[in-house]
């Protein structure tokens, strides 16, 4: 049987701290949270392998859970502090709200799954803040001081921004199917920076897809 704490701090130090995660609150987070049990049943051994698991939902396209070092470096570039507000959407089985929650994080899982949403709350057990609707849909709590999504947006996530206070951070995989990046905004009032900061690619979700133009 695989040794789950020893596989975590593999990742912790093979993958983690080899990609430029060098917050030690995100890396003892990583290293604390059991990643195998948000996944599911059966496939727990592969919870550590340095890939993005998928996961099957009803109609919305598929859902991830992102590699562990790209999890990390998105997580890492929130700064998430004892008490942020945050939202992780498209929050599957729920390991990134665990992190959240770990380093302090008052955290809201949204998943559009009702399966999915179901397993993410019993997983992440009592006091775990569970929201089932849509992705792009303003959800109560808001406004939000930080906001991670799981999964590729083709377009600016518009939707998600206007619910971020003044200085809040967004981090999300943004762009066409091979040209995806992780990109950072930042509110500045009523304007958002954004800023690239490493390639990626996850499925995308539906719900921030490119409309589809006209054929001729």
């Known amino acids: 049987m695989l040794d789950y704490a020893q596989a975590r701090r593999l990742m912790v130090d093979c993958q983690l701290r080899t990609f430029d995660v060098n917050d030690n609150a ?15 049943a ?17 109609g919305d396209g598929p859902r991830v859970m992102p590699a562990p070092m790209i999890l990390a470096r998105m997580v890492q570039a929130l700064k998430i502090q004892p008490g942020t507000r945050a939202l992780d959407v498209g929050a599957g089985y729920g390991y990134a709200a665990a992190i959240l929650r770990r380093l302090g ?7 559009s799954d009702a399966a999915l949403a179901g397993a993410a709350r019993e997983r992440l057990g009592e006091g775990a803040e569970v929201v089932q609707g849509g992705l792009a849909d303003a959800v109560a709590g808001e406004p939000f001081d930080a ?21 809040g951070r967004l981090v999300c995989v943004l762009g ?9 905004f930042v509110r500045a009032g009523d304007a958002f920076g954004a800023r690239p900061l490493f390639d990626a690619n996850l499925p995308a979700l539906k719900a921030f897809a490119t409309e589809p133009g006209f054929a001729f």
């Open 147 to 167: 906001i991670l999504v799981e999964g590729r947006v083709e377009t600016r996530p518009q939707a998600l921004l206007d619910q971020l206070r003044d200085d």
């Open 42 to 58: 059966g496939r727990e051994n592969f919870a550590y392998i340095d890939q993005a698991l998928t996961f099957a939902t009803e």
């Open 176 to 184: 066409p199917d091979r040209n995806a990046k992780v990109t950072l």
């Open 26 to 40: 995100v890396l003892d987070a990583f290293d604390a949270v059991p990643r195998e049990r948000f996944v599911p």
């Open 105 to 111: 994080g008052e955290v809201v899982a949204l998943e």
